[in-house]
């Protein structure tokens, strides 16, 4: 198998884990200083996992949009995609549509995201 192909594999399965809402299988796709950059700052590992695990955030479906693109440079890898998705934020169903890049760093033989970065689509 291809590095892309492994890549958009780890990234569809880490899509999976998260509309299961289990804080530590979302957790094991992550390194431990990753950290998700939108549009209104930055949400380190630990705080997107206590949402996760406390039911303040719950993701109830992630789809990618279109085609994606793949960057690989050696033991790191950016996937850039659109995505959909729905959940709930304190209770108050969200629906999201935007672009997403994904930095992948291969640690310990396995794929971990480094870094999400978000923007809406306008």
């Not at 998700?36 to 206590?50: H, N, R």
């Not at 719950?58 to 793949?70: D, K, L, N, W």
């Not at 033989?109 to 809406?120: D, Y």
């Amino acid at each position: 198998m291809n590095v892309e192909a492994e890549i958009l594999g780890v990234s569809a399965a880490w899509d999976a884990v998260l509309v299961t809402n289990d804080p530590d299988g979302v957790a094991g796709y992550m390194t431990d200083d990753w950290v998700y950059v939108a549009p209104d700052g930055i949400t380190t590992k630990a705080e997107l996992i206590s949402w996760i695990a406390s039911g303040r955030l719950a993701h109830h479906s992630m789809e990618t949009i279109g085609q994606h693109r793949v960057a690989v440079h050696g033991d790191t890898v950016v996937v850039t995609a659109r995505k959909a998705s729905t959940g709930s934020w304190e209770g108050v169903p969200y629906r999201a549509d935007e672009w997403i890049s994904e930095v992948f760093v291969r640690q310990d033989g396995r794929w971990r995201s480094a870094l999400s970065h978000k923007a809406p689509v306008t």
